[in-house]
């Protein structure tokens, strides 16, 4: 079946670091790709997406590129802020599916 | 931010007692899921709605059933309340056309005791 793996947390890391998450995935075909944020207290916001292969989805500082030979869409930051501390989850959806699988979560914790 | 609400946003309940969260969206997407979230396992999809009367089952779909009698509303029933039901509930939404993205809600945490 389809599953998301995602390293294990919780990462604590200091301001101006460089951050991976990495994030593996099983599924057939050609899955969508997702990082979700949460924030504490709050739901889940849409961080970035990649729809196929070799796509590189940005946003906030924020990259991943979908690896398919690597079945990897590892999460990266140049340089990380204390607002950056949250529960990061890789997500994938499988094509023709309108459902999400979900990554057991990664906490950050950036510290000053 | 989608126009997602969520209701109660924190309940306390008793063993056995029957209980209902609310989500409702003023965004008129055609999907909508009830998720928990618990410590060591991410999000699970409890049940999900594909329209209004259309409902089917998630992965940890036993001891909840939902309802979707508008567009608007998707509720979440707890017949009969149980410890091990005590998590964080999400709802959230999604439209076929915008690729199936996924807006959440804000949560609801419920206690059983």
């Known amino acids: 079946g389809n599953s998301v793996t995602q390293m294990e947390g919780p990462v604590t890391l200091s301001e101006e670091a460089f951050l991976t998450i990495n994030c593996t995935y099983t599924a057939t075909g050609y899955p969508s790709l997702f990082w979700y944020v949460q924030y504490p207290g709050e739901g889940l916001q849409l961080l970035l997406k990649a729809t196929k292969a070799d796509d590189k989805g940005s946003n906030k500082g924020f990259e991943a590129t979908y690896r398919k030979e690597t079945t990897s869409f590892h999460l990266e930051k140049g340089s990380v802020q204390v607002s950056d501390s949250a529960v990061y989850f890789c997500?994938?959806?499988?094509?023709?599916?309108?459902?999400?699988?979900f990554g057991k979560g990664t906490k950050l914790t950036v510290n000053p | 931010d989608a126009g997602i609400t969520q209701s109660p946003r924190h309940k306390v309940t008793e063993t056995g007692t029957p209980v209902t969260l609310r989500c409702h969206q003023t965004e008129n997407h055609r999907y909508m899921y009830w998720y928990r979230q618990d410590p060591g396992h991410g999000l699970r999809l409890i049940h999900y709605?594909?329209?209004?009367?259309?409902?089917d089952k998630g992965e940890v779909s036993d001891g909840y059933s939902v309802s979707r009698s508008k567009t608007e509303d998707f509720l979440l029933t707890l017949e009969s309340a149980t410890s091990s039901q005590t998590s964080v509930y999400f709802c959230?939404?999604?439209?076929?056309?915008?690729?199936?993205?996924?807006?959440f809600g804000p949560g609801t945490r419920l206690t059983v005791t």
């Open positions: 959230a939404i999604s439209e076929p056309m915008d690729g199936y993205e996924q807006y």
């Open positions: 997500a994938l959806r499988k094509g023709g599916s309108e459902k999400l699988v």
């Open positions: 709605s594909y329209g209004v009367k259309d409902t």
